[in-house]
């Protein structure tokens, strides 16, 4: 079939219009139904799931259930994976039709209720850990929702106990699920373990539920009680967490000139804005102090990006023009010409997109035309290198992964493209947006992608996949900026209504809201501590937003199999400045590190050597004991035990 006609008839079966909507939307998907192919059925498939009209989903139920060619089997499985809807497994399964991928078909049988079948084909649980560590967070969330009305132990393995333990990513509906699927069976081994490998902020609520049913047979009946009753004191004060922003006044800087770009340098001592009615100037954190400009040729600056080094500065302006500086001083270090830059009476040649490798060999550079230049960055210079055509009018947004590997690139009519890299070769187009994309953020370990377009939504992606993860509403206007934390947890977008908003992440829930703008904001920009959240606007007015930073924020989100006895140690000799939240969360942090490395001698002896004795005594006060199994100030040495593990 024609590429036309079937974007005529997907269209066709999704059109909302009042007078003959309907009537379109049947004799579209009667058309899709007859042909049968992957792609018709793939339509169909989605409107059984998202669509609202009966009878065009009782055509496409029924499609479904006829399909034969493996193919079309297949893409009815696409479709399972891209939106969790067990209904679909559920009409494969009754049709006997099983996915060419052994994957697709475990996940099939066992989001379908066919446990049996599954434990058959998938008896290591191994097919099922492969599809789970790429699904999005509706498969997950339905999983989870399966696996817990089932009771499956075959599952809480599969995500909490597998080869990599990792029980931190696990999503709230997942951790309940196998805590609820593990108490029903009443594994509470299984159940103590999965608490003892997750962050505390999940373990303290479940260490207590053993108690008066189970205890440990290795020995340590008093550190076990001693964890017990830790766990209820941490749970009687509040998690300390770092302040959110906007707690505090936000710091206001009028500037002279509109703020077109920010960025925060890596040190955190400087912010450095652009605009396109003024020179690019450098601030002082945190006093506001104006420090001056870069140079008196660097005017008319929309774009900016610095390198992870810190130690360059790339700037693009509305000439085309491709500025470097030597930070934090600014002085000039190569000047270069965004050579494919279209100019035309009303749109000029503005650079308005610079992004950087993580590595920093790499630039990307875009801008009014229908490409993205591609640079080699080495010793402080630029090469052109390739040219990549992504829209018919503009790109104003780029972004680059954290693993250097994708280039993504926003522009008109919402296209959001994904690029192979270095060679640029084009992946895939995110469809979503129904307005220009200007704004990218991609999350530190590459997992998520937001967008902000000019429909005023923010939408958030997987990666690499490009499967959709959710759509944020709140902005009343077109969205210029978005800016991440560097832990990836939250997520700021602002635009033409004049509020920063705040979102969590990946759940995308509202975070707050942050008031104080009068004109566009254009940029923002988040320091590497996450301390500092800057806001700038086409009016020239500058917010610094800040927050205070907990030292234990990052700890107790970490899952304590992966706490390090010598952070411990470190976090000791700060234990002075806790609060009283802060001390019981650590006491049993510190508990429970202790515990797991009750048997390993040398990690024990790195952490707890004659030189961290003071860490031991900050630990033992009149309140708090000095831990389970311990009577002295510092742990015992033992002789180490043959084929002993952790537990």
């Known amino acids: 079939m024609s590429e036309p006609r079937m974007e005529r008839l997907a269209a066709g079966v999704r059109d909302g219009s009042k007078w003959f909507g309907a009537r379109r939307r049947k004799k579209a998907a009667e058309e899709l139904a007859a042909l049968g192919t992957a792609a018709a059925v793939a339509v169909l498939a989605e409107v059984f799931v998202h669509g609202d009209d009966p009878v065009v989903a009782e055509i496409a139920r029924a499609a479904v259930m006829a399909v034969s060619e493996p193919d079309a089997i297949d893409a009815v499985a696409d ?50 850990r492969g599809v789970h560590a790429g699904a999005g967070e509706a ?26 333990r990792r029980t931190g990513p696990l999503s709230e509906v997942e951790w309940d699920a196998a805590v609820q699927t593990l108490m029903g069976a009443q594994r509470w081994e299984e159940l103590w373990r999965l608490a003892l490998d997750a962050p505390v902020s999940r373990a303290a609520p479940v260490i207590p539920m053993v108690e008066g049913v189970w205890q440990p047979t290795d020995g340590g009946g008093d550190g076990f009680a001693e964890l017990l009753r830790l766990a209820r004191r941490a749970r009687a004060v509040e998690l ?61 600056v929309l774009t900016m990006a610095t390198t992870p080094d810190g130690k360059l500065l790339v700037t693009g302006d509305q000439g085309g023009g491709i500025r470097l500086w030597r930070m934090p001083y600014g002085y000039p270090a190569g000047e270069y010409s965004h050579t494919m830059a279209k100019r035309n009476k009303v749109l000029g040649s503005n650079l308005l997109a610079l992004a950087l490798s993580p590595d920093a060999t790499l630039l990307a550079s875009s801008g009014y035309g229908p490409n993205v230049q591609l640079w080699r960055l080495n010793s402080g210079r630029l090469t052109p290198t390739t040219t990549l055509r992504a829209d018919a009018l503009w790109i104003p947004c780029l972004a680059i992964t954290p693993d250097g590997k994708l280039l993504i690139s926003g522009g008109q009519k919402g296209n959001v493209r994904l690029w192979q890299l270095p060679d640029g070769a084009h992946v895939r187009t995110l469809e979503g947006h129904t307005d220009h994309v200007g704004s990218l953020a991609v999350t530190p370990d590459g997992s998520l992608l937001a967008s902000g377009g000019y429909d005023g939504t923010v939408r958030l992606w997987h990666l690499p996949s490009g499967k959709p993860a959710g759509v944020l509403r709140g902005h009343t206007e077109l969205i210029r900026a978005l800016a ?57 007015r500058m917010l610094w937003w800040t927050r205070k930073l907990s030292n234990l924020d990052t700890l107790v989100r970490t899952p304590l199999a992966e706490v390090d006895p010598a952070r411990i140690r470190q976090l000791a000799n700060l234990s002075g400045e806790f609060t009283q939240a802060e001390r019981a969360w650590f006491d049993l942090i510190a508990a429970i590190v ?42 015992g040495r033992k002789r180490k035990r043959k084929g002993k593990g952790r537990r």
């Open 79 to 128: 479709a399972l994976v891209s939106t969790g809807d067990s209904r679909l497994a559920e009409l494969l399964a009754k049709a006997g039709r099983s996915p060419s991928d052994p994957g697709r078909h475990a996940l099939v049988l066992f989001l379908a209720g066919e446990f049996d079948r599954y434990a058959e084909l998938d008896y290591d649980g191994s097919l099922l």
């Open 240 to 300: 300390p967490v770092t302040s959110p922003f906007g707690k505090r006044r936000a710091q206001v800087i009028e500037t002279a000139h509109d703020i077109q770009c920010l960025t925060v340098t890596r040190d955190g001592k400087l912010v450095v804005s652009g605009g396109s009615r003024g020179y690019s100037q450098r601030w002082e954190v945190p006093t506001g102090a104006h420090l001056g400009v870069l140079a008196t040729d660097s005017n008319r």
């Open 484 to 540: 991440m934390t560097p832990d990836g947890k939250l997520l700021a977008s602002a635009g033409q209504d004049s509020v920063v908003r705040l979102w969590h992440l990946p759940s995308g829930t509202p975070a707050g809201e942050l008031h104080g703008h009068t004109g566009i904001v254009e940029a923002l920009a988040v320091s590497l501590d996450g301390s500092l959240l800057v806001s700038g606007s086409s009016n020239g």
């Open 139 to 164: 498969l997950r969330r339905q999983l989870a929702k399966k696996a817990r009305a089932g009771g499956r132990l075959e599952w809480v393995r599969v995500v909490a106990e597998g080869a990599a």
């Open 594 to 635: 202790r515990w797991r490395h009750r048997h390993d001698v040398e990690l024990l002896d790195a952490s707890y050597d004659d030189q961290a004795a003071p860490h031991d005594v900050e630990l033992a006060d009149d309140e708090t004991p000095q831990g389970p199994g311990r009577s002295s100030g510092r742990p």
